[in-house]
Antibody, heavy 120, light 105 residues
């Protein structure tokens, strides 16, 4: 079965960077886009961007451009999301999610989420 | 960027009710719209894609309609398990979520 397993919770200081991993299993890793979505406490969902694990090509939401980097390692079926210059507003649960396989940017399967807390 | 709005933000309903949630896009997104259900502390669950296509395993009491800029999610005969927050998402140009509609008792 499709599984996306993310790295554990992080606590970071303002100005630092965080890198969250998402390990995929149960399907052909290179066949499906991976999206990153975050949700601040008590708030809604925010799409951050996506990566094509086959080519490494990325698309980022305008709000995050210049601050987010998504990469992949096909040898271990893992995608990474790094967010830099963190502020308290970046405190949120960060989730990876798999697309449907046709390039569309909705998500059919989700990771368990990674809580990133930014605090001095 | 395409902006998404949802109404209402909160909806009070009873078991057995028919419920409708509206989602609007700031420009035409054709039929590239998905609906998700989210319960506290859990990942969103895909209900509908391409505005009206039901994801596998989703009960038939859920349905979606619309195209262009206005869309609706309808839940027929609301069940206790349906009390949750519902999000629309456009994927015509990258992706954007709506702010959510909480369906409460």
């Amino acid at each position: 079965q499709v599984q996306l397993v993310q790295s554990g919770a992080e606590v970071k200081k303002p100005g630092a960077s965080v890198k969250v991993s998402c390990k995929a299993s149960g399907y052909t890793f290179t066949g499906y886009y991976i999206h990153w979505v975050r949700q601040a406490p008590g708030q809604g969902l925010e799409w951050m961007g996506r990566i094509n694990p086959n080519t490494g090509v990325t698309d980022y939401a305008q709000y995050f451009r210049g601050r987010v980097t998504m990469t992949r390692d096909t040898s271990i079926s893992t995608v990474y999301m790094e967010l830099s210059r963190l502020t308290s507003d970046d405190t949120a649960v960060y989730s990876c999610a798999r697309g449907p396989g046709n390039g569309a940017s909705y998500s059919t399967h989700w990771g368990q989420g990674t809580l990133v807390t930014v605090s001095s | 960027d395409i902006q998404m709005t949802q109404s209402p933000s909160t909806l009070s309903a009873s078991v057995g009710d028919r419920v409708t949630v509206t989602c609007r896009a700031s420009q035409s997104i054709r039929s590239w719209l998905a609906w998700y259900q989210q319960k506290p502390g859990t990942a969103p669950k895909l209900l509908i894609y391409k505005a009206s296509s039901l994801e596998g395993g989703v009960p038939s009491r859920f349905s979606g309609s619309g195209s262009g800029t206005e869309f609706t999610l309808t839940i027929n005969s609301l069940q206790p398990d349906d009390f949750a927050t519902y999000y629309c998402q456009q994927y015509d140009s990258y992706a954007t979520f709506g702010p959510g509609t909480r369906v409460e008792i």
